[in-house]
């Protein structure tokens, strides 16, 4: 559950986080003066930097590349602040020069993206952290715009300018901490969201977890992704127990398929999953299995990486209708006449020849002494120290 909650954070960090040295900035020296801005703002850059470097390690080159702007944004505005100021009030020059950020970040979104997935590919949360940092650029332009343009034609006017400028300065304050609380607030509500919703692993062809994705949002997806699953196959005198899945199932709806399967969830070990599911189905505790291969496979929404075992436990089952519709006792005869007709999920028919060649079929039980029964509990021993 830990890794699930630090994933969701790297995938949903807070883009007011990168903002925030630079609107300590503009505030303490709208108020303060830049000597007072400077080391303010610059003391709580330095440890939010070492913050996100410490518990958001994977985004830290990201979040390093928003410091280094508003140490940009700084630095012209101490610069132009030496400059004859005649027709720009210093008092919002440092709002100009971080509007003007905006605008290029704005009108260079696309290019931008390209350049942050060329140099950052393998790094999954960066898709939703580019969207989020978008959306909340373009609140916080509209905030300076218009607090810029305000400020201007007070300005102009020539009427009571201080007291109005500085009116417009406390509502332009209040908004800018408004919108960082929000966003504050709103990210927090989506986290613990995201943490009651079942996430997948992503991995690679080698078995590798390499990122994740919400279950839905990866079977909607066109692009097929790599999950790890478990399947566990119950055999009995040479026949296999199968259930037919429910007919609003996402995945295999109405096929007869191998009587505990699921996709791991992110965090979760291989046994937790497997002991999880036969709980979930059929309210089996205490489930005994052992493994017999992996194998990977493509099919309609997704592609799965396969860790199968088989099990010849015969506790009473109780269905879980949610789950499964049917169960039934298949004989050796019955399914190869059937293996054709479409009834059967693609995994069974792989994991089908896989039960046939290991023999286990033949001996009527898991639970022999017969040698692949060793070769079988040695691969998965070396799997485990792996």
Known sequence: MEKLRKHIKESFFNPIFHFLP???FLIVNDFFGMNVAWKVSFSFAL??????YFVYYRIFTWHLIFTLIFICVSTITAILTLLPQSLVSSQILDEIVALSFLIVFVLFQKQI???VLRLMPNLIPMTNNFEELFRVIWAFLFVLLFYVASFLIVQFIGQKVKQYQQMLQYLYVGVLFFLSIYEILRVQIIRAKLIREEWWPIVNDQGKII???QRLTSLNDEKKYMHPIVRVLIIDKGMILLQKRSIESLIFPGLWDTAVSNHLNMGETIEQCVERTAKEQYSLS????????????EVEKERHYAFLFVSCQENELKINTIFTEQLKWWTQQQIDENLNTGIFSDNFKVEYDLLKRSGLLETGKCECNCKLKEVIYQQSNDAKKE
């Open 47 to 52: 440890i939010l930097l070492i913050y996100v």
């Open 286 to 297: 205490n489930f005994k299995y052992m493994y017999l291969a992996n194998y990977t496979i």
């Open 113 to 115: 993206h390209k350049i």
């Open 22 to 24: 630079l609107l300590l």
């Open 211 to 213: 990122g994740s994705i």
